[in-house]
Structure formats: C-alpha cells, structure tokens
C-alpha cells in the first residue's frame, strides 16, 4: 500500500469540548513554526518541569516510548510536514488496527498534570486516542484533515506514582502527526 502526505493550508479550527471526568480540552491552532536546517531543539525541550522523555523525538527514533500493537507506517521523520518544532516529528499511519506509543511518567499519587501535544491528521478513515493512567479521554474517529493544532488536557489526575500515558493511531490512507508532548503538575 503506497501512502503519501496530503498538506492542508488556511485551515482555521477552534472549538472547545468538555472530556470526561470534567477535565477540559482545548483545541487550538497556530502557525507552524519553520525547522531549520540541521537538528533543532523541540519547544517541548524547553519546558520546565516537562516529565516526557524525548518528547519532540528529536533522538531520531522513538527513545524514551514503548511501541505496540499495528506499527505499519510508523516512524520517526525530519522536516516538514512532520516536525512541528525541532527538527523531527513522529508519523503515525497502521492500516490495520491502532498503534501505540506509551511512557510511563514520573508522576506523584494524588497529584494533577496537564498533557499538551501538537496533532496534525491528512485524510480519513481513522482513529487517534489518548489513553491518561489506564482511562480513556479521547477516542475520535474520521477527523477531517487539519494542520498542527494544540490539544490541551487541564487537571488530569494520577491515581498512583508512575502514571502511564497512551497515543493510539490509525489511518487508513495517509498519517497523523504528533509533536511536542508535554506534560507537567497542575
């Protein structure tokens, strides 16, 4: 199966959703921000606080996450459209069930986080979810395409020390792309 990237451009989304435990989402857009030539650091790099090992991929691979299930066109790629800062941006397009990417973070019982990522989606039919300490906050499926866009999770609790975080893909016919995942105590 051949796959190519589709880029979309002057696409404006903004829209706000409630997930669940009354934990907020907020879904915005910004401009890309241009790689430069050679390896840059993420703006994920730069975060105080950010408990997310390689959290822009800018290791080139996927140092720092553990992969499972359908791992079909899934990588780690340089440059646009792939990158949303730094140099490198993860690409995620299994044909035939979800994919994952997973760390466990080093969080405290009792404490909250809030999770930030950029996500970008070229074509349907797919999936993207996100999995926060073993409880799902967000299963969306045929997405439009869109541009790198903020997804922002506010007051997500950790039930125990160590707190696992899932990103779950599927795309049929193109990629979603994720970068600068950031998560610290709220």
């Known amino acids: 199966m051949k796959k190519s990237a589709i880029g979309v451009s002057g696409v404006v989304l903004v829209f706000s959703l409630v997930a669940f435990a009354g934990n907020q989402q907020v879904i915005k857009v910004a401009p890309r921000v241009s790689v430069v030539s050679g390896v840059s650091p993420s703006a ?3 975060v105080d606080g950010n408990l997310v090992a390689n959290c822009g991929f800018e290791t080139g691979d996927f140092t720092g996450w553990t992969q499972s299930g359908d791992l079909s066109f899934t990588s780690v790629e340089i ?3 792939v990158a949303h800062t730094g140099s490198y941006g993860g690409r995620f397009g299994p044909v035939n069930d979800l994919g994952f990417i997973t760390q466990v973070l080093a969080t405290a019982a ?7 990522f950029w996500l970008r989606n070229a074509n ?17 499926t045929t997405k439009p395409d869109f541009d790198y866009m903020l997804v922002e999770f506010d007051g997500l609790p950790a039930s125990m020390d160590g ?21 610290v105590p709220n």
């Open 44 to 46: 994920c790099d730069g």
């Open 79 to 81: 440059g646009s459209p």
């Open 110 to 116: 009792g404490g909250t986080y809030n999770l930030t």
């Open 124 to 140: 349907s039919p797919n999936e993207f979810v996100v999995i926060w300490d073993g409880t799902v906050i967000f299963d969306q």
């Open 163 to 183: 707190t696992q975080l899932d990103f779950g893909f599927y795309n049929l016919p193109d990629y979603f792309y994720i970068d600068d995942i950031v998560v």
